[in-house]
Every structure is written in C-alpha cells, then in structure tokens.
C-alpha cells in the first residue's frame, strides 16, 4: 500500500527567503512522485513530477524536488519566494497502472505555504 | 482549468435530498475521478470511472453513486445528503492508458454545504 506523509501543515516564510515543504512516501514498488499547487479557490494544478531518470525536478516557476530513494523523500525546494507563491501544496505517490489501467494516486493532507511580505 | 468544467460551482442543500454533480471534459481522457477535499485529510477518492458505463469505487464511497454514460460525463450522486457530506468536491481526468505518471488535470471544484 502507498502512502504519503507531509511533515508541516503550515509553512510561514518570508517573501524572498528559500523555503522546503517536506514530503515522505512509502509504498513497496517503484514510484511515480508529484507535487501539485492549489491557489485559494482554485483546483489543484500540477507543478513538477518524478517518473525516471535524474533525481532532481524543476518546475517553470523556480520549484525543484530531489527524489531521494535511501529516505523515500520528495521535498520541493524554491531557493526565493515570491508573494504569489503563496498556496496549499500537496505531494502525491503513484506506484503505476493497476487493473484496467486506473493509475492509483495517493495524496497528502497538504502544506499551507504562507508568504510574509 | 481548460478541458474540465464542474457544475455547480456551490451548493447548498438540505439533508436528505438527493443531489448530483456534474463534471464535462472536452480532452477526451479515458479516466475521470471524484475526490472530496476535507481539512486535515487532503484529497480523497470517492469513485472513478476507466471508461463510459465502468466505473468503481475509491477509499470513501459510501453514500456515492456515479455514472458515465459518455465520455465526457461524469456524475456524482448523493443519494441522500447528510451534514458529514459538507465538503470540496473535485473532479480529475487522466490519459494514462497503461502509460502511467501523466498526472491529473483538476476541475475547479464544487463546494457542497447540506444543512
């Protein structure tokens, strides 16, 4: 079974400062990580996602994740905020297509990224 | 989001009245999903559908019907409101055909009150 574990339910940072929101998985096969972003009445929007290859990920507004398989880590990385980056982030872990095809995705509870102008 | 559309956007409703919500995409994605989103308990899988008239259930199905009768539909059903049914209601759709790691597009959500 897969699960996902997000260590901070609220992160308050100041604008320009670098912040990490902390993800942790576990499940018993290969992964498939992702982090999505959700502004305030919005849905959620995919950010960045790990399927093979380099450890490190890179969103178009300056996230990263480094996929650390020896502690089962996903944290998201962003070395300066801005305002606007201020949303509800949530890490997600698929382990691939199941029956039918119907690709499980388990989702954390979120972290609230709070800006501090 | 572009593709995906629910409706309605709010509700309020009484409890023990049916109500149905509806999700229309126009990206012609196989697989189409409800989640309900809670504080403190993220998002979670109410049903999803693999396919027009096959559907199955998630980790919270209880209470929930669902129906596809076309591609691009996908309907929710509280058959009888209750309060612990008061939540975000989203909708998702993916292309993964045996391909995983696609990723989900989200609608924008409906927010249910039943009083």
């Known amino acids: 079974a897969q699960s996902v574990t997000q260590l901070d339910s609220q992160v308050p940072v100041f604008e320009e400062a670098p912040v990490e929101l902390r993800c942790n998985y576990s499940s018993s096969v290969s992964v498939y990580l992702f982090w999505y972003v959700q502004y305030p009445n919005q849905g959620l929007q995919l950010l960045l996602k790990y399927l093979s290859g380099s450890t490190l990920v890179e969103s178009i507004n300056g996230f990263e994740a480094e996929f650390n398989k020896s502690q089962t880590s996903f944290h998201l990385r962003k070395p300066s905020v801005h305002i606007s980056d201020t949303a509800e982030y949530f890490c997600?872990?698929?382990?691939?297509?199941?029956?039918?095809?119907?690709?499980?995705?388990?989702f954390g509870i979120g972290t609230k990224l709070q800006v501090i102008p | 989001d572009a593709g995906i559309t629910q409706s309605p956007r709010h509700k309020v409703t009484e409890t023990g009245t049916p109500v149905t919500l509806r999700c229309h995409q126009t990206?012609?994605?196989?697989?189409m999903y409800w989640y309900r989103q809670d504080p403190g308990h993220g998002l979670r899988l109410i049903h999803y559908s693999y396919g027009v008239k096959d559907t199955d259930k998630g980790e919270v199905s209880d209470g929930y019907s669902v129906s596809r009768s076309k591609t691009e539909d996908f309907l929710l059903t509280l058959e009888s409101a209750t309060s612990s049914q008061t939540s975000v209601y989203f909708c998702?759709?993916?292309?993964?055909?045996?391909?995983?790691?696609?990723?989900?597009?989200f609608g924008s959500g409906t927010r249910l009150t039943v009083v």
């Open positions: 990206e012609n994605h196989r697989y």
């Open positions: 997600a872990v698929s382990d691939g297509p199941g029956s039918g095809g119907y690709q499980k995705v388990t």
């Open positions: 998702a759709i993916s292309e993964s055909q045996g391909v995983p790691g696609y990723g989900y597009t």
